[in-house]
């Protein structure tokens, strides 16, 4: 089974910032199966990107994913008070998922 | 549409039994996998098992194998969670989430179910 690890577990950053995610899995991922949610507080995970790199429909694109074998980003490229929130990469293949333990952004 | 509408939160006593439910509405249910995660208080996301409506084809994570049960009755749209013996450490919330067609991720989520287990 993959491992997902997540880097850094917390951020304090300030809105209009750019900020990059990591997610490292313990093995090669094939075919870019590596997808990012966002949780906000008492709410369900959305799903942001799938495949790596593909945004998922209605996401802004200051939010963007990146990455091959076993290293991953995830990037919003200039934050918003609403990006404040937890984000979960995910390992996804053959009907069988992992998800990393997640990083929490918080304002600074 | 797509909706995914689960049942309200739970207060059970270690020992006993619980099955939750998840109807999914705005897409053909029966040939779309559907699933279940579990996120502990304060921590991450757990996946724990799918299944395939249109002949109850059934996966589960390692972790999940015989400690829960999935399953669905596609004629009225709605898979469940259940646990024949809870334990103090089943309490969390449990999230049905559907998987995408084209990309096996969850695209689309309910609202989650909050168990709460007391011993």
């Known amino acids: 089974e993959i491992v997902l690890t997540q880097s850094p577990g917390t951020l304090s950053l300030s809105p209009g910032e750019k900020v990059t995610l990591s997610c490292r899995a313990s093995?090669?991922?094939?075919?870019?199966?590596l997808a990012w949610y966002q949780q906000k507080p008492g709410q369900a995970p959305r799903l942001l990107i799938y495949?790596?790199?593909t945004r998922a429909t209605g996401i802004p694109d200051r939010f963007s994913g990146s990455g091959s074998g076993t290293d991953f980003t995830l990037t919003i490229s200039r934050l918003e008070p609403e990006d404040f929130a937890g984000y979960f990469c995910q390992h996804y293949g053959s009907l069988s998922y992992t998800f990393g333990q997640g990083t929490k952004l918080e304002i600074k | 549409e797509v909706q995914l509408v689960q049942s309200g939160a739970e207060v059970k006593k270690s020992g006993e039994s619980l099955k939750i439910s998840c109807k999914g509405s705005?897409?053909?249910?029966?040939?779309?996998?559907i699933g279940w995660v579990r996120q502990m208080p304060g921590k991450g996301l757990e996946w724990m098992g799918i299944i395939y409506p249109d002949d109850s084809d059934t996966r589960y994570s390692p972790s999940f194998q015989g400690q829960v049960t999935v399953s669905a009755d596609k004629s009225i749209a709605t898979a469940y969670l259940q646990w024949s013996s809870l334990k103090a450490s089943d309490t969390a919330i449990y999230y049905c989430?559907?998987?995408?067609?084209?990309?096996?991720?969850?695209?689309?989520w309910g609202q989650g179910t909050l168990v709460s287990v007391s011993s």
């Open positions: 989430v559907r998987v995408a067609p084209d990309g096996d991720t969850f695209d689309y």
């Open positions: 093995q090669t991922i094939t075919s870019n199966y």
């Open positions: 495949d790596t790199s």
């Open positions: 705005g897409y053909r249910f029966t040939t779309y996998w």
